[in-house]
């Protein structure tokens, strides 16, 4: 790439810029989708695959207001955008993923833009092959399509983040204060053990309380630069919540996916306060992965493992034949192993499944009734709504009113 932004130079005087010949070649040489804009308004794309609807339709107005020469963007479908701008030309690139591809999280992705069935099929697809760059080398491209388009250079160290999935948790800290003589300057094994067992068992209540009510202690000091101490003790939680998550039947691949993802994203934050608003984020997403998977009950491998079937198919029709196939046993008796086992029949957990995924997307969304019956495969709006109400004892409409009402 370097010299075919090269080739763009006659005797060191810039020319006038051929912006859809670089982003041709930005999207052949990374995979990662790249568009043009002028004054605001796109005026080319290029891509390696092909979307049924374009993925940046959901940042591009955030994209386009960011006013940094260079700078990126991280969704909470752990995707990353880049963006660089020449007077009145933009280049918009992304997404490309930080890490592991969770089919969960295109879904939902899938159904903020609109797309349904085949569709949503089809981005979920094209959303698998898009590539994993690492961070830097993604920065580094950035920077360097500055460079050309402007002859400024810009360091990946003075990038400034843009974060979607951290806004709006940042927790207050107390001012630093020195410790009292005899003062624990680590944090206590009791801290510690309560803190992985809330995440163990899936309690998000608990573990909320605790973390706003709980002073924290004093972490070992692993480094001389405050930042470069809370990146430290960033990536020593994550090691310790994976693990904590994995024995609440988070599988291994998700959960050591996770805390990758985790990680590099604590990696592009250039404050404290950032670093702990995502480790608090962090902390809550694993737990509430395994609340899903367990609802506090001790379950077996075998139950766990039905469950994370149900999770990971919630937006189809899930059949009992399938569901019995994946786990290479007959259908008798994987509904009666789990009744056994769990005190509800497998439908049963179906429903409180998806019930539990249309709560969050009410509470989150301004999607239509409609909309998040036939996301969830329910058989029609009217199901939906009898379902929701036998489970939570009101609508679905009556449930997002109460929860938009503040306390």
Same mark, same amino acid.
Request: proline share 3%.
């Given at each position: 790439?370097?010299?075919?932004?090269?080739?763009?130079?006659?005797?060191?005087?810039?020319?006038?810029?051929?912006?859809?010949?670089?982003?041709?070649?930005?999207?052949?040489?990374?995979?990662?989708?790249?568009?043009?804009?002028?004054?605001?308004?796109?005026?080319?794309?290029?891509?390696?695959?092909?979307?049924?609807?374009?993925?940046?339709?959901l940042v591009e107005a955030e994209l386009?207001?960011?006013?940094?020469?260079?700078?990126?963007?991280?969704?909470p479908y752990e995707q990353l955008y880049?963006?660089?701008?020449?007077?009145?030309?933009?280049?918009?690139?992304?997404?490309?993923?930080?890490?592991?591809?969770?089919?969960?999280?295109?879904?939902?992705?899938?159904?903020?833009?609109?797309?349904?069935?085949?569709?949503?099929?089809?981005?979920?697809?094209?959303?698998?092959?898009?590539?994993?760059?690492?961070?830097?080398?993604? =920065?580094?491209?950035?920077?360097?399509?500055?460079?050309?388009?402007?002859?400024?250079?810009?360091?990946?160290?003075?990038?400034? =983040?843009?974060?979607?999935?951290?806004?709006?948790?940042?927790?207050?800290?107390?001012?630093?204060?020195?410790?009292?003589?005899?003062?624990?300057?680590?944090?206590?094994?009791?801290?510690?053990?309560?803190?992985?067992?809330?995440?163990?068992?899936?309690?998000?209540?608990?573990?909320?309380?605790?973390?706003?009510?709980?002073?924290?202690?004093?972490?070992?000091?692993?480094?001389?630069?405050?930042?470069?101490?809370?990146?430290?003790?960033?990536?020593?939680?994550?090691?310790?919540?994976?693990?904590?998550?994995?024995?609440?039947?988070?599988?291994?691949?998700?959960?050591?996916?996770?805390?990758?993802?985790?990680?590099?994203?604590?990696?592009?934050?250039?404050?404290?306060?950032?670093?702990?608003?995502?480790?608090?984020?962090?902390?809550?997403?694993?737990?509430?992965?395994?609340?899903?998977?367990?609802?506090?009950?001790?379950?077996?491998?075998?139950?766990?493992?039905?469950?994370?079937?149900?999770?990971?198919?919630?937006?189809?029709?899930?059949?009992?034949?399938?569901?019995?196939?994946?786990?290479?046993?007959?259908?008798?008796?994987?509904?009666?192993?789990?009744?056994?086992?769990?005190?509800?029949?497998?439908?049963?957990?179906?429903?409180?499944?998806?019930?539990?995924?249309?709560?969050?997307?009410?509470?989150?969304?301004?999607?239509?009734?409609?909309?998040?019956?036939?996301?969830?495969?329910?058989?029609?709006?009217?199901?939906?709504?009898?379902?929701?109400?036998?489970?939570?004892?009101?609508?679905?409409?009556?449930?997002?009113?109460?929860?938009?009402?503040?306390?």
């Open positions: 790439m370097l010299y075919i932004l090269y080739d763009c130079f006659q005797s060191g005087d810039r020319i006038e810029w051929d912006l859809s010949f670089i982003c041709n070649h930005l999207a052949s040489l990374s995979g990662t989708p790249t568009r043009l804009y002028r004054a605001g308004q796109l005026v080319d794309q290029y891509a390696m695959v092909r979307f049924p609807v374009d993925p940046v339709k386009l207001r960011l006013e940094d020469p260079v700078s990126y963007l991280v969704t880049g963006i660089v701008r020449s007077r009145e030309d933009t280049i918009i690139m992304g997404p490309s993923r930080l890490a592991y591809f969770d089919e969960g999280k295109a879904a939902r992705h899938a159904f903020m833009l609109g797309l349904a069935d085949d569709a949503a099929g089809q981005f979920i697809s094209a959303m698998r092959s898009i590539p994993v760059l690492g961070l830097e080398s993604f =920065l580094r491209m950035l920077c360097l399509v500055q460079y050309y388009l402007s002859g400024e250079t810009v360091d990946i160290s003075d990038l400034i =983040l843009h974060d979607q999935t951290v806004s709006g948790v940042a927790r207050e800290t107390p001012e630093e204060e020195e410790p009292s003589a005899g003062a624990d300057v680590h944090n206590t094994v009791v801290f510690e053990q309560r803190l992985l067992s809330y995440v163990r068992t899936g309690d998000t209540e608990q573990l909320r309380e605790f973390l706003s009510s709980t002073s924290h202690g004093r972490e070992g000091m692993l480094a001389s630069d405050p930042i470069r101490q809370a990146k430290n003790t960033f990536v020593v939680t994550a090691t310790l919540v994976s693990r904590a998550a994995m024995e609440g039947g988070v599988a291994q691949e998700d959960a050591l996916g996770l805390s990758d993802a985790y990680i590099q994203r604590c990696e592009m934050l250039g404050d404290c306060q950032a670093i702990i608003a995502l480790e608090f984020h962090m902390l809550m997403d694993y737990t509430s992965r395994v609340d899903i998977l367990r609802h506090g009950q001790a379950l077996s491998p075998f139950a766990l493992s039905v469950k994370r079937y149900i999770h990971k198919h919630l937006r189809g029709v899930i059949r009992m034949d399938e569901l019995a196939g994946a786990l290479h046993m007959s259908r008798c008796y994987v509904s009666s192993r789990f009744s056994r086992e769990t005190g509800i029949s497998v439908t049963r957990c179906i429903h409180e499944e998806k019930i539990a995924e249309a709560k969050r997307l009410l509470t989150t969304t301004d999607k239509p009734l409609g909309e998040i019956s036939e996301y969830l495969a329910f058989s029609s709006q009217s199901h939906f709504q009898n379902i929701f109400r036998r489970y939570t004892g009101m609508s679905p409409r009556a449930f997002r009113n109460r929860q938009s009402i503040p306390e």
